[in-house]
């Protein structure tokens, strides 16, 4: 799961809270001094990273713009795996993609992160206030969620289907009773759902 960067931890982790220690990837830091585009994506003047190979890394967007199967505003921070698909987003705004709709953030390259399949398809994002998401009462929530009260970030199966979040009350899913709070996991294939606390 990506971890949420946030500025406290900005200056000294970012890349480790993206990445494990061991899979963080060489990154070059750039100073656009105008708009670009590169590899299709409208940079904004200012700093963007790239791969060794010279490959981007991440930039602000300057405009809207696709990014997976989201519409993503301008002043967005995207970042692309190296082989140049979509891997996580700073939104900018809140936004909806797919079934919900995620966080987005005033605070630039810090915030809730929105992540996603190579396919482009929606995987992981935080939600900025419960929603119903496919019959299931989600729960809103961003760092603070995370530091003191588990875990509250909404996963996607790739075909777009809910694969787990916190529940924001009790509710009847499948014919099971589970109470407010608890994390849901839901197994499509199986047609089994479980719980974790955390």
């Not at 931890?9 to 990837?25: A, N």
């Not at 929606?122 to 995370?146: M, N, R, W, Y």
Request: glycine share 12%; net charge neutral; hydrophobic share 35%.
């Amino acid at each position: 799961m990506h971890r949420i960067a946030t500025m406290v931890v900005f200056g000294i982790g970012f890349m480790s809270s993206v990445y494990g220690e061991d899979q963080r990837p060489h990154l070059e830091r750039r100073h656009l001094d105008k708009p670009a585009e590169i590899q299709g994506y409208p940079c904004a003047a200012g700093y963007a990273w790239f791969y060794a190979g010279g490959a981007l890394n991440s930039c602000q967007v300057a405009r809207e713009v696709a990014f997976g199967e989201a519409r993503v505003s301008a002043e967005s921070w995207i970042t692309l795996t190296s082989d140049g698909k979509p891997d996580f987003v700073f939104l900018r705004h809140d936004t909806r993609i797919g079934p919900a709709t995620c966080t987005g953030s005033a605070m630039g390259r810090e915030g809730s992160t929105t992540s996603f399949y190579p396919s482009g398809k929606l995987k992981e994002c935080f939600l900025p206030a419960d929603q119903e998401i496919q019959g299931v009462p989600c729960v809103h929530g961003g760092f603070f969620s995370t530091l003191f009260g588990g875990d509250p970030s909404v996963h996607f199966y790739e075909d777009g289907e809910l694969h787990a979040c916190r529940l924001s009350k009790a509710a009847t899913i499948r014919g099971k009773q589970f109470a407010r709070g608890e994390r849901v996991h839901l197994k499509a294939l199986a047609g089994d759902v479980h719980t974790a606390s955390k």
